[in-house]
């Protein structure tokens, strides 16, 4: 069945360390996207990206970074400049017609 | 700029009850519009979609939803809630770019 995966499910990071969230496709979509959502406060755009090798800044990108060397693939990077990272973070592909998503990735700072 | 506004940041209902979750939009053109829900924990699932045409349509689990061009909005229904309805709905506007989700509304089923 097609779908998006994220890994992992639960990851935790140390402070001042840089961590990646995996997110893989196999919908055949051009466009990717990444959300963090915080209690209360929706989803907030990072960055999504149109077509490999591209991608774009979202509403709340400082403090993260991605590639899109492959269609299947869109990792997030959370760098030690984000101060806040602990959050749900979800992937999503597809367009403005419609999006599918993956089961989000839970980070926590210890 | 498109947007989009859930005024109910909570809503909570009897089982058994009728639901009724409201959405307004802003779009320049015609609005490709949508409502997804949210289990605790989990990603997003398409609920529902509108394109063109009819404008009551037709979703998964009983749900539905009408487009009111002359009041913008697409406000989710539902005639009886069940327990396991108890999530969070998102109401998204999209088109030829990337889609806007409005902030979300809980809710909670009461036994």
């Known amino acids: 069945d097609g779908g998006i995966t994220q890994s992992p499910k639960y990851l935790f990071r140390k402070e001042g360390q840089n961590v990646t969230l995996s997110c893989e496709q196999n919908?055949?979509?051009?466009?990717m996207y990444w959300y963090r959502q915080d209690p209360g406060q929706g989803l907030r755009l990072i960055y999504y990206s149109q077509i490999v090798n591209d991608f774009q800044k979202g509403d709340i990108a400082e403090g993260y970074s991605v590639s899109r060397e492959k269609k299947e693939s869109f990792p997030l990077t959370v760098t030690s400049a984000q101060k806040n990272p602990t959050a749900f973070y979800l992937c999503?592909?597809?367009?403005?017609?419609?999006?599918?998503f993956g089961s989000g990735t839970r980070l926590t700072v210890v | 700029a498109q947007s989009v506004t859930q005024p109910d940041i909570h809503i909570t209902v009897s089982e058994g009850a009728s639901l009724e979750l409201r959405c307004n939009y802003s779009?320049?053109?015609?609005?490709?519009l949508f409502w997804y829900v949210q289990s605790p924990g989990q990603g997003l699932q398409l609920l529902l979609k509108?394109?063109?045409?009819?404008?009551l349509v037709q979703g998964i689990k009983g749900f539905e939803a009408e487009f009111k061009r002359s009041q913008s909005s697409f406000n989710l229904r539902k005639p009886s809630v069940h327990w396991s309805d108890a999530a969070e709905y998102f109401c998204?506007?999209?088109?030829?770019?990337?889609?806007?989700f409005g902030d979300g509304t809980t809710l909670t089923v009461k036994p």
């Open positions: 998204a506007v999209g088109g030829a770019g990337k889609s806007t």
């Open positions: 779009y320049g053109a015609t609005p490709y």
């Open positions: 919908l055949n979509h051009d466009a």
């Open positions: 509108y394109f063109s045409g009819d404008t």
């Open positions: 999503a592909s597809g367009t403005g017609y419609g999006y599918t």
